[in-house]
């Protein structure tokens, strides 16, 4: 599907362009963390170390006096939240481990980025290939449905969606966890179903834009009538000569939706209408009552989405200075 | 060829009958839910009584066509149903919260467009120098950084570390007390325009770039005229349609955005005023919002089409 | 050609452009002169550095391109007098490249003005023609006047865009320069934009902001290439008309051979960024020296003979990246005339036939007899048909 020139232009892009690796190295961290969170998770994610709440991360917290209440008594005890390696990252405030919830709370996003995106991917390829070759009434509606969903801010619609079909969580079972390969790991991860619909539903448009301007762009193109005059139906005409050309910039868009459906997950979770609290944005959450004392519960899963969205921007830069260096750096 | 007026009137036929898609929408989505109506639309704590009467008072024992048109009639005249849950108009609601949130958003926008736009000409012209690379990499954290996280952080280190501003709130509006007023605007505003401002960098400077390298360039350099006319007239105002459309189409993130920022600040405008609504079901209020901010958005993109109809007249008028 | 009534003595003018894949040295060493009144044209296929040549002399060269070399003597009293000593000679001529560059820029749209091949890409589509001609004469008038432009400029035009910049004198003189290129019904054209002109008609648009400079010296880069052959007379005829009425002297970029003999006086052939022949233009059409000229003549079709045979060029323009230029003649591998003494050395310039005003660049060509000329500037085949202003010695 990826043509020879293109794949040349990738690569000599990539290697003129440290950064574009960069990109690459830290989208691959994310992947590779999410997919076998279970194996890197030094600990189960929600499992509660309560003699280790608060923990800071390593190198940082103190030594202190903490009072407590032990059988009615109020007395002052010696409390230590340095960080140690058991908890890397330290543990949040019911003693949960800060890095395994953060891989996991990775795998959340990327289950929920990957099912969106393809979601989005299938339904605005085909609405917008179809609208965008055929014209005419077919495309005037298609537009105008198109409109009408952009006037909605896709996180106000997500939360609508969460509110009238509730969240819809399916469980998994954990393909790793359950052939024996890591113990002590949840059997089966939370898949947010609402989320993914909600947000599937408001990221479709972009992708049906693009794949309508390319087909208005080519079908006039000669030998698109040429390909008619032969005998070729509409549907292999779409297939084999209009679609290759829209891969592209759907490409490049597919990176810049990938980063916007990540963060509008993380944003969703924070709010509280997710399904899941195996998530980035669920943490961040609960890191709020503790920001002046255990700082890092709410910082430390932000780093997480920061450094993966970072990665994602990054490739599709390198993939937009490789491919069309016309496009400008823009869309949701 | 068709006069600015033609144009004007065309778009706002087009919305029209995008924002009767939107009040449509709306209306339509009460029904993907598997419950009754009528207990959507009724506070969580309701009683079966209080079900059959909002049943009697929205006519839902009416064919859908009937709910309809009086649904359409009703939301024309602007009356957007009752809050069972709050025992109020949601117009009267919905009029009470929108100024706050237009006053973050409205702030946003300008902290937005005034960094955004001069950083982006200064990042074209000087290529590969330090600003440019600085400002790229700010523009990067920008895109990449959730915005409420980004509230959370500066909240940490700004406020709870050094107490520079306020952790949250809007206890007085601007006529009331200007300073408070100020001090508490800050942190929401930066949070809420980061994003949009690092978005607008990226294609002014990209913009930028690509009209100084254009042969008119070259030929108003030709006949004399002084370089920084150039880069107002000639070069700013040929770069700037595209970012004007993409500004437009992204405003609904910054309005999605104020929902989170609202959240986390607890500043009282519509976003929290939605997120209450979520949490208590009270359908009518989701529902006003939503029409309200649809419409809004219609409108706002007509005027950047007006813009964009000024700045660059050849789309007009074709 | 000596004479006091030169305008321009270019010598040695070299301009490169840095690139991903190397240096371009897309003008190399280039030396001419261009007299008062005169119209001197370059001829050469696309890419031979003609039109970077035309930019050069506006210093309209944007980076990654460079002027690295090379003097522009210029014929001004007036700027004479302004300098010092070490950039003015003779207390008449002056060299451009030398001057503060804030000096140099303000003779762009007062003295010098350039036309350029697509009237369409070289006006702003989003102002009307009207207004963009206002705005050269405005230009003229505002550096004539010494007068500067700053911040505080800049901020009252952003907010006065409809009375800025240009004046209501700006804009009458603007619809009366398209009244002096004949474009019919000048008031209301314009207040058009540029889309909504013909091609033919913008061009003569363009002639009309170009003259608002007044111009002592017009840059013409391809004027009436991409227009319709019927069209092409007519901006061909304005020209003749305007520099005969303006006195003007035209430096005529082309590559058609036919607006060639109808205009120009003198005629210089550029090949890969170099000169080959100067010389008055019937004697350079009808009598070439050099291989590639005469090529050029070959490849033309003859109205009188339909039947005879087209001789095209073989081969391809050269590379003009630095590490890849030839030490010797950079035609030798198309021409058929080439022997081991042309690449071995670039070759010498000589006169033809003994007539000092047609100079060749080239082994096989040209005579030893007659004068000598100076020594050429420099390592390419330069044709240094110009005689240095006393006081500046030779390198």
Known sequence: MISKRTQTSLKRELRSNPIAILGVVLFMSLVIGALFAPILAPHDPTRQYSTENHQAPIGFGSEDQRTVLIDGEIQTIASDNRGTLTHVLGTDANGRDLFSRALYGARTSLMVALAAMSISLLLGTATGLTSGYYGGRTDSITMRLVDIVLAFPALLMALALFGILGPMTIWIPDPLVTSGLVSDRPASVPFPGTVTIAISSVIWVWIARVARAEALSVKNEEYITAARTMGMSDFQIIRRHVLPNCLTPILVLGTVQLATIIILESSLSFLGFSGTTLSLGFDIAQGRSYLGTSWWIASIPGVFIVAAVVGINLIGDWLRDALDPDIQGGGA | MSTLAEFIARRLAQGVLVVWGVVTTVFLLRFLSPTNPAVLIAPEDATAETIRRIEEDLGLNEPITVQYLDF????????????????????????????????????????????????????????????????????????????????????????????????????????????????????????????????????????????????????????????????????????????????????????????????VFAWPGIGSMFIRALNSADWPILQGVLIVVGTGYVLINIIVDVINAQLNPQVALS | MAGTADLLRIRGLSTQFVTEEGQINAVNDISLTIGQGEIVSIVGESGSGKSVTGRSLMDLIEPPGTIVAGE????????????????????????????????????????????????????????????????????????????????????????????????????????????????????????????????????????????????????????????????????????????????????????????????????????????????????????????????????????????????????????????????????????????????????????????????????????????????????????????VPTGVSNE
């Not at chain 3, 009366?176 to 008609?201: K, T, W």
């Open chain 2, 72 to 263: 359409m009639f009703r939301a024309v005249q602007g009356d957007l149903g009752f809050s069972y849950a709050s025992n109020t108009a949601v117009t009267s609601r919905i009029i009470g919260s929108l100024p706050a949130t237009l006053e973050l958003a409205f702030a946003s926008l300008v902290f937005a467009i005034a960094i955004s736009i001069p950083l982006g000409i200064v990042s074209a012209k000087y290529r590969g120098s330090k600003i440019d690379y600085g400002s790229n990499l700010i523009s990067l954290g920008g895109l990449s950084t959730p915005n409420f996280w980004l509230a959370i952080m500066m909240v940490l280190v700004l406020s709870v570390q050094f107490g520079l501003f306020p952790t949250s709130g809007r206890p007085f509006g601007p006529t009331e007390n200007l300073s408070s007023w100020i001090a508490h605007m800050v942190l929401p505003t930066i949070a809420l325009g980061t994003y949009f401002m690092a978005l607008l960098f990226r294609m002014t400077r990209n913009g930028v770039i690509e009209e100084s390298g254009k042969e008119y360039v070259t030929a108003a350099r030709g006949k004399g005229l002084p370089e920084p006319l150039i880069t107002y007239r000639y070069i700013l105002q040929n770069s700037l349609a595209p970012v004007v459309t993409v500004a437009g189409l992204q405003l609904g993130v910054l309005i999605g955005g104020s929902v989170v920022v609202e959240a």
């Open chain 3, 72 to 387: 522009i003597w210029y014929r001004s009293s007036e700027l004479a007098a302004t300098v010092d000593d070490e950039t003015a000679v003779d207390g008449e001529y002056v060299d451009l490249r030398a001057l503060p560059p804030a000096v140099r820029q303000s003779l762009r749209g007062t003295a010098f003005s350039i036309i350029f091949q697509d009237p369409g890409s070289s006006f702003n589509s989003s102002l009307t023609v009207g207004r963009q001609i206002a705005e050269a004469v405005e230009a003229n008038r505002r550096i004539k006047a010494g007068q500067s432009y700053g911040t505080l400029d800049l901020l009252r035009d952003i907010v006065t865009p409809n009375r800025s910049f240009v004046s209501e004198e700006s804009y009458d003189r603007a619809v009366e320069l398209l009244e002096r290129v004949d474009i019919p019904d000048p008031a209301n054209r314009a207040e058009e934009y540029p889309h909504q002109f013909s091609g033919g008609m913008l061009q003569r648009a363009m002639i009309a902001q170009a003259l608002a400079a007044d111009p002592t010296f017009l840059v013409a880069d391809e004027p009436t290439t991409g227009l319709d052959v019927t069209i092409q007379s007519g901006i061909m005829g304005l020209l003749e008309e305007l520099q005969r009425d303006l006195d003007m002297s035209i430096l005529l970029i082309t590559h058609n051979l036919g607006v060639v003999s109808r205009l120009a006086d003198r005629t210089a052939v550029m090949y890969a960024g170099e000169l080959f022949e100067v010389g008055p233009t019937e004697k350079v059409l009808n009598e070439p020296a050099n291989p590639y000229t005469k090529g050029l003549l070959n490849s033309l079709p003859d109205v009188t003979d339909p039947s005879a045979q087209i001789e095209p060029i073989t081969g391809n323009v050269p590379s003009l990246l630095d590490h890849e230029m030839p030490v010797g003649c950079s035609f030798a591998d198309r021409c058929p005339a080439a022997t081991d003494d042309c690449r071995s050395a670039p070759p010498p310039v000589r006169p033809v036939n003994g007539d000092a005003t047609h100079r060749v660049a080239c082994v096989h060509a040209g005579s030893d007899g007659g004068e000598h000329l100076t020594e050429p500037v420099g390592s390419g085949p330069t044709v240094t048909d110009i005689e």
